[in-house]
């Protein structure tokens, strides 16, 4: 490996460089961009990436990879007949019962209101909210579903071995089939769709126009996917809906999979960059961070429901339970950030973001490797997972 002085941690971004700001929390600053679609109805980004052929057939070169491609093949369901879509979904009601199972979530309850719109909300407004919050969540799963469907595709492309082609063919299919079902809950099940949010726009556009394979992975298989995969963990702990409770586990037995996929493809890989590579990786990895956590703000939903600027960032500066969720999600991150050799690269530079953050305390949890769902046999169907 190439050494290069990386204790010269002067040579690391800045905050205004990485994320166009100085403060992390700058509220005013997140608020200002959000998510609108294009009147056109399409977004396109230039990718620019070379298409790689390899002549090297031998399959099981690479043996953890082979192993986690045989286990893809048995595991696939079909979101049509494998799902129960005859259940009724009163969507009231769900958020009702929702907010009475977890009303130990609450964030509002003891936030001062006085002087916001918030203030005149009754049961009707927080209903709504509650609504608009799902149609929102839902629907972002659904945008970077697709994201993934689109850097899968691409992983398949220009990835150079045989075994992570082969594996990265199973994970299109599944992303396939994860837009197919957040889309149809959306449309059958929940009142509306949402456009995708400013800051995952920006981060999937970066993870897509990158031209190197391996930002790919580490923007979607590592950051992207294992946020996702920590989300829908959270929901499908908290929700009283049993549809979505099958769906969100369904898809988690795929994520599991799509994250242990990235690690072991970036492990030996990472071994061999120097240290200026390494530092570029860790700017990506906090980069991607800060914009999944800015994304976390809901600006399309506040900005539907009339709410000021002004009022949002007054109520949410007094809402520690929200950033206590926020940091929660990045649980399934940092332990395989750990695993790929990035939090102590450059003397330690994103151990120290990730600390700033208070998400290193789980570091030292399970990597996604060792998580059951990604080696598992069959499919979550068969496997009847709850």
């Known amino acids: 490996m190439t050494t290069v002085d990386d204790s010269d941690r002067s040579v690391m971004k800045s905050n205004i460089e990485l994320i166009g700001r100085e403060r992390v929390n700058d509220l005013e600053t997140v608020l200002s961009f959000v998510g609108h679609y294009e009147a056109e109805g399409f977004h396109r980004v230039p990718d620019n990436c070379p298409a790689e052929f390899t002549w090297d057939y031998d399959k099981g070169a690479k043996p953890q990879l082979d192993k986690l491609y045989e286990k893809a093949k048995k595991a696939q369901w079909n ?130 126009s990158d031209s190197r394979w391996d930002m790919t992975y580490l923007g979607m298989q590592i950051m992207v996917e294992g946020l996702a995969l920590a989300a829908f963990g959270f929901i499908h702990a908290t929700t009283t809906e049993p549809l979505l409770k099958q769906l969100l586990r369904y898809v988690m037995a795929d994520e599991a999979r799509h994250v242990a996929f990235g690690v072991l493809s970036l492990q030996e890989y990472y071994k061999e960059l120097n240290a200026a590579e390494l530092r570029e990786r860790q700017e990506f990895a906090f980069e991607a961070a800060i914009r999944m956590k800015d994304r976390l703000i809901m600006q399309e939903v506040w900005e539907r429901l009339e709410v000021p600027r002004a009022d949002v960032i007054r109520v949410l500066s007094q809402a520690p339970e929200r950033d206590e969720f926020q940091i929660l999600l990045f649980s399934k991150i940092v332990p395989n950030l750990r695993k790929l050799g990035l939090l102590d690269a450059a003397d330690g530079w994103l151990r120290e973001k990730f600390t700033e953050m208070g998400a290193i305390a789980f570091e030292h949890l399970t990597d996604s490797t060792e998580d059951e769902d990604a080696f598992a046999d069959g499919s979550p169907a068969d496997r009847q997972v709850a």
């Not at 007949?81 to 929702?98: F, G, M, R």
């Not at 009707?124 to 909210?129: A, D, I, P, R, V």
């Not at 972002?140 to 082609?165: N, R, S, Y």
């Not at 957040?182 to 949402?194: A, I, N």
């Open 79 to 208: 979101g049509q007949t494998d799902l129960d879509w005859s259940i009724e979904v009163d969507q009231e009601k769900v958020v009702a019962e929702n907010a009475i199972a977890n009303a130990e979530q609450a964030q509002w309850e003891a936030a001062d209101l006085s002087g916001t719109v918030l203030e005149k909300w009754g049961d009707k407004e927080w209903l709504q909210f509650g609504m608009e919050n799902q149609n929102w969540m839902l629907s972002q799963f659904m945008h970077g579903e697709q994201g993934a469907l689109l850097c899968t595709a691409k992983i398949v492309e220009t990835v150079p071995w045989i075994d992570a082609k082969y594996y990265a063919a199973t994970q299109v299919v599944d992303e396939a089939r994860h837009v197919e079902v957040f889309s149809k809950y959306l449309d059958t099940k929940l009142s509306g769709h949402y456009p995708m949010n400013g800051h995952l726009g920006l981060l999937l556009d970066d993870i897509v």
